[in-house]
Structure formats: C-alpha cells, structure tokens
C-alpha cells in the first residue's frame, strides 16, 4: 500500500501540470508543515490565474471490494468540519479520495491519476454524529455504494466528477483575496483581515495571506 504522501505527492503534481497545461499560465502548489495541516485541514493548495483550491488527500485502505478512506486523524478530529466552514463560504474545498493504492498503480496511470480518483465535496459527507471525530468513508465496488462510519453508518451521494472540480476552480467567483480572507476568518479564527489580503492588486501578497508563509504557526 502507498502512503498518503505518494498520494499527495503525484495527484498535486497532475494538477498543476494539467492546469497550467490548458490555461497557460504557470500553477502551483503550496503545503503546510504538518503542525500546520493539522491546524488548517488541507494537504495541498493549488493557486495560479488568481483563483485557488485547497485540497485534502486520503490513502486508501482496500479489504476485499471495500475501499475505505480515513477521515479526521489529526489531534483535535475536526478537520471535516474546519474544511465544511471553508466551502460554506463559498470556495473550492475537496476531498481526494484515490482509486488506487500500489505503486505499480501509480506507474501504470501516470498522466492519469486524477481520472482514477473521487472527489468529495465536504459538504457531501455527513456522519450521522455531527462532522467531529473519527470518521470512515467507504465504497463498495459490488454494489456501488458509498458509506461514511463513525456511530451509525450514513448512505453518501456519489462523488462529483474531475469536470465539477475544474469548474469550481475555474469559476469567475473563486477569487483568490475571498479565498484569502476566509481563511484568515474561519480557519485562524482572526478578527480582521491585514489589507494585504483585501487587495486584489497583487497575486503575490493575495498568496502570501492564504499560504500565511512564515507567520501562522501552530
């Protein structure tokens, strides 16, 4: 089985490849320092073209025709909760669960990941004890079913498809400053946005205040 690093690592790099690839101009991926995931519940934040998404990986876990995805193993078990808030508001937030889970996978669909991939909007994934705690989603390659677990098991609509993501990230309304400033407000839980991120006159600072690089420390 693969680590959730390999995961993180390929499907980024698909993205911002095939990103850059079809809008020429140049995406790239930002990543917190563990502390800091742990803290702000993404892996991954892919920016260019003034737009964003933030995007949390899962490893699969396969028992049979079971696929199982983990959810909420950080220190304070709410990371589905802090990534609902972000997407309430208005902005690219997904779950990457991989339909694979071997290297010779990965080898075999390089160029191809993200097509083997579901992704879940958080807003789809309701346990039936509220978004905190252990959590575990589930997909049955025999009856198609998709499951979230965690007290009483809850029925899952079905993914979205790769187009749904593209379109959400390409949307006029993702903006990077809003991105920017609910970050601040919701994950930080600041009470002021610095006018760096109000303005929308530079990519760069814009960035700097959804990344937080060198200053939000967990």
């Keep these: 089985m693969i680590s959730e690093k390999t995961v993180e690592l390929n499907l980024t790099t698909e993205f911002i490849n095939w990103l850059s690839h079809q809008h020429h101009v140049s995406y790239f991926a930002v990543g917190p320092t563990q502390p800091q ?8 934040g892919i920016f260019g073209n003034s737009t964003g998404a933030l995007i949390q990986y899962k ?31 208005g902005h690219p937030v997904f779950f990457a669960f991989p339909h694979f889970c071997t290297l010779v996978d990965v080898k075999n669909h390089r160029r191809r990941l993200l097509t083997k991939t579901f992704w879940y909007k958080p807003s ?24 979230v677990h965690s007290d009483d098991p809850v029925e899952l609509p079905p993914p979205v498809t790769l187009g749904e993501v593209i379109e959400q990230i390409d949307s006029s309304s993702n903006r990077l400053g ?7 407000l919701i994950v930080l839980g600041e009470s002021e946005v610095p006018d760096t991120i109000v303005r929308e006159d530079a990519e760069a600072s814009v960035l700097s205040g959804v990344c937080l690089i060198g200053r939000a420390e967990a």
């Design 37 to 44: 995931e742990a803290k702000w519940g993404f892996d991954a």
């Design 59 to 89: 490893r699969a876990y396969v028992t049979g025709s079971t696929w199982e995805w983990r959810l909420n193993r950080t220190k304070n078990q709410d990371q589905l909760y802090r990534l609902q808030n972000l997407e309430q508001a």
């Design 124 to 147: 789809q994934i309701n346990p039936s004890g509220g978004p905190n705690g252990h959590h575990d989603v589930r997909y049955d390659e025999t009856t198609k079913k998709w499951t």
């Design 178 to 184: 809003s991105l920017a400033e609910a970050f601040y």
